[in-house]
């Protein structure tokens, strides 16, 4: 059998490496990928506990499916946003929108 | 148990038995006899493909008044297989700047997404790949994979018409997806479960007798999914060239060729299993599982002849007004229907066989004829605003 | 080790190692697609926990829709089809830096906790866990609040995501 400390691992790698997307790139879409990683990151940890702990109670999957709707929603709206923001300003690297800057 | 009643067992058993008897590993000989299923699974269906090439061939020659393939072997049997020596021996070339790796898993996926679907399809009641308890979403999983084949195919190939192709093609996917996925509600509602096997052995009455729209939106919903006519704005012909595989030669097109046409088969079975009992045919299926298989084949071959027949007698139309169709028509009637059965449902629940079957079949056939009413008024209105009211209004008096 | 420690080690491996091409790969295109393979994985480290819901979910939600608005996206806000300009921040050692201290931060507190490595209890004969979901998501005393929630928020994208790309003339 597998322990769930293996689980949790996978899980805390993958959101490391989705922060560091995160906070590395320069492009807004693929900060937005970065963001993906570590919301699976956080339903691998929901889906595992619900496994490992009471499985009647559904809270675990329950509230994975709610991520997947955020998820949905966030990348909806992020990515209409990029796209407005490349119609206006040409670009959609994160440094060069400095308009407040201007 | 004998052969004839459960031949995957027996033979499954009968190998596993041979293989641990050669001092093999239980576990490890299970496992290879799995494996050996797939692939006999897989090799039973690209044989069956090859013949597809051949039906598709003499049934469109039939429909445009030709006679079709008729040199090669008898009826032209054989002409497949000149195809696909054909296909091999063809140069195999790779576009100038294109992503090498995407542009050849392209067609590798493309197959792939129609070969996984047989995963799920109950041949016969004892003969299923697996009895995975959520089939009906397992179809559009599969499907996604397809798109994504084709964007990748799209992509990759570095060539305009291929990148416009891939992104119809993803445009009219993800569009039709949602009709799709409601339709595939319907025969879950009826059933209680999302498994195949179950939604088949609950259809003592086939659900396209007490859903016929639900059928009918399915069918359009599947055939927009496989980007056959009137639905291949991917492909155009006449207008896009060859589409998302225009840049394909040789067997990588082949790949793309054989994936439609066993995904076009694949959808007519899953159209049989949803919609009309699957291997059932008046307690036919018992007498023998071959027998069961015989049926569902049949059945599949008649959903893959409607398919058929409306690719070849339909033209096709433009990507705004298919999707306008999608968004403005079909999503809110599938929508409507959806809740439609499920209200129905719940009220006929007690009530006794007929009643039941007749209230759920007058309401599908209101439920379509207020959405044509609705259609018909507003495409009308739309008629007049583009016409202008005068012009209409002098045809008349004339 | 048992047959299904060396499945888990695999995909995680192939999880992981798909995770890292998509912060690193310089071609955006590519780093999608890398993404469709990370989430394949996290799809089948879900049918490994008995999850097949989630798993056939998985693929419909994320490789289905995101993903390809993913490539969408990237393919509507490209200038030209090579990127030469570098991909990361100049200081993208400090954000390493820190993902890693997440990482070792997080590894560390979860393996004080006393159920880090406990294992699972056999699924009992009978379960099923998609009628349980589907009741509970629907039950007033469990989850229909949230469910109804999420649905009102998935409109609210759905309103402003037209809005915010719709192009005024």
């Given at each position: 059998m597998i322990p769930l400390s293996w689980y949790l691992i996978l899980a805390a790698a993958l959101f490391g490496i989705g922060l560091f997307g995160v906070l590395v790139r320069r492009n807004a879409v693929a900060i937005l990928l970065g963001v993906e990683l570590m919301l699976n990151a956080v339903n691998i940890n929901l889906v595992a506990f619900w496994r490992y702990g009471?499985?009647?109670?559904m809270a675990g999957q329950v509230f994975a499916i709610i991520v997947f709707a955020v998820a949905a929603a966030e990348v909806s709206v992020g990515l209409a946003l990029v796209i407005s923001v490349y119609r206006r300003?040409?670009?959609?690297?994160a440094d060069e929108l400095d308009m407040l800057k201007w | 148990m004998n052969f004839w009643n459960d031949p995957l067992k027996v033979a499954a058993g009968w190998l596993e038995g041979i293989f641990t008897g050669w001092g093999m590993d239980a576990v490890l000989a299970h496992v290879l006899v799995v494996f050996l299923g797939v692939f006999l699974l897989i090799t039973i269906l690209m044989v069956l493909d090859i013949f597809l090439v051949w039906i598709e061939r003499k049934v469109v020659a039939r429909f445009q008044d030709r006679i079709g393939?008729?040199?090669?072997?008898p009826y032209g049997l054989i002409q497949p297989f000149a195809d696909i020596i054909k296909l091999i021996i063809k140069e195999d070339t790779t576009p100038d700047g294109a992503d090498k790796v995407v542009y050849n898993l392209a067609p590798i996926l493309s197959m792939m997404s129609v070969l996984i679907l047989?995963?799920?399809?109950?041949?016969?009641p004892v003969m299923l790949g697996v009895d995975l308890n959520v089939g009906v979403l397992f179809l559009i999983a599969a499907g996604a994979i397809g798109t994504l084949s084709i964007i990748m195919a799209g992509w990759s190939s570095n060539n305009k018409f291929a990148m416009i192709g891939g992104f119809r093609q993803v445009a009219v996917m993800v569009a039709f997806e949602i009709p799709m996925l409601t339709m595939l509600m319907i025969p879950t509602i009826f059933a209680?479960?999302?498994?195949m096997n179950d939604i088949i052995e609950s259809q003592n009455v086939w659900y396209f007798i007490i859903s016929p729209l639900g059928a009918l939106i399915f069918l359009i919903a599947a055939i927009a999914e496989l980007g056959?006519?009137?639905?291949d704005l991917a492909e155009?012909?006449?207008?896009?060239?060859?589409?998302?595989?225009?840049?394909y030669s040789g067997m990588k097109f082949g790949m793309f060729y054989a994936g439609e046409l066993l995904h076009a088969f694949t959808f007519g079975g899953f159209w049989a299993i949803l919609f009309f009992g699957?291997?059932?045919?008046f307690g036919l299926e018992q007498v023998s599982p071959f027998l069961a298989i015989l049926i569902l084949v049949i059945k599949a071959m008649l959903g893959y002849w409607v398919i058929m027949w409306v690719k070849y007698t339909m033209m096709r139309i433009r990507i705004d007004q298919m999707l306008g169709f999608n968004w403005k028509f079909l999503t809110p009637l599938s929508f409507a229907l959806l809740l439609v059965t499920a209200l129905m449902n719940t009220l006929l629940r007690g009530a006794d066989g007929w009643l039941y079957i007749l209230g759920m079949f007058l309401a599908n056939v209101v439920t379509a004829w207020v959405a044509l009413e609705i259609a018909r008024s507003v495409s009308k209105k739309e008629r007049e605003r583009v016409e202008g009211v005068k012009q209409v209004a002098e045809v008349h008096h004339s | 080790m048992t047959g299904e420690q060396i499945i888990f080690l695999i995909v995680a491996l192939f999880t992981l190692g798909s995770a890292l091409m998509v912060v690193t790969t310089r071609n955006l295109i590519h780093a999608a697609l890398w993404l469709v393979a990370t989430l394949f994985g996290v799809a089948v480290i879900y049918a490994l926990l008995n999850a097949g819901f989630m798993a056939v979910v998985q693929v419909v939600?994320?490789?289905?829709?995101i993903a390809i608005l993913f490539i969408f996206a990237v393919m509507l806000t490209?200038?030209?089809?090579?990127?030469?300009?570098?991909?990361?921040?100049?200081?993208?050692w400090a954000g390493a830096l820190v993902a890693a201290l997440t990482f070792v931060g997080l590894v560390f507190t979860l393996q004080s906790?006393?159920?880090?490595?406990k294992t699972a209890s056999a699924v009992?004969?009978?379960?099923d866990a998609i009628s349980q979901l589907g009741e509970q998501l629907t039950s007033p005393t469990a989850y229909v609040l949230p469910f109804e929630v999420a649905s009102v928020l998935l409109l609210a994208a759905l309103v402003g995501a037209v809005y915010v790309a719709f192009n005024k003339k």
């Open positions: 009471d499985m009647a109670t300003r040409n670009t959609v690297i | 393939p008729n040199r090669v072997g047989w995963a799920i399809v109950p041949l016969a209680g479960s999302m498994n056959r006519a009137p639905f155009g012909e006449s207008e896009l060239v060859a589409g998302f595989n225009i840049e699957g291997y059932r045919f | 939600v994320y490789i289905g829709a490209r200038k030209d089809l090579r990127d030469n300009t570098p991909q990361t921040n100049k200081n993208w906790w006393s159920g880090f490595s009992p004969l009978g379960f």
